[in-house]
Nanobody, 120 residues
Framework: QVQLVESGGGLVQPGGSLRLSCAAS????????MGWYRQAPGKQRELVAS???????NYADSVKGRFTISRDNAKNTVYLQMNGLKPEDTAVYYC??????????????WGQGTQVIVSS
């Protein structure tokens, strides 16, 4: 069983910055992809950014140039540095991790979500 614990959300003014963290724990052999998704009220969950174990990254067009995803593979942790925040970035942000457990089972696990509110 794999668990994800997120932290770092909160209230920030437009133009401000936040850093989200997500740590994975449990019977983890390896994590192939870690990513951040978000869901705003009344909208579908969408990909914000993802990173593979080898360092390849992918970003939603709406956050390119403002958000940076990074991983610490030794700590099974992924970060999302969010700069230049806009009101439209307001959402619940969810961490996702995909990989293999020590019993060779695949996992695709979600965190509980952390609220980000961008408002003056």
């Amino acid at each position: 069983q794999v668990q994800l614990v997120e932290s770092g959300g909160g209230l920030v003014q437009p133009g401000g910055s936040l850093r989200l963290s997500c740590a994975a724990s449990g019977s983890i052999l390896g994590i192939s992809t870690m990513g951040w998704y978000r869901q705003a009220p009344g909208k579908q969950r969408e990909l914000v950014a993802s990173a593979t174990r080898t360092g390849s990254t992918n970003y939603a067009d709406s956050v390119k140039g403002r958000f940076t995803i990074s991983r610490d593979n030794a700590k099974n942790t992924v970060y999302l540095q969010m700069n230049g925040l806009k009101p439209e970035d307001t959402a619940v942000y969810y961490c996702n991790a995909q990989g293999l457990t020590w019993s060779a089972s695949r996992f695709d696990t979600w965190g509980q979500g952390t609220q980000v509110i961008v408002s003056s």
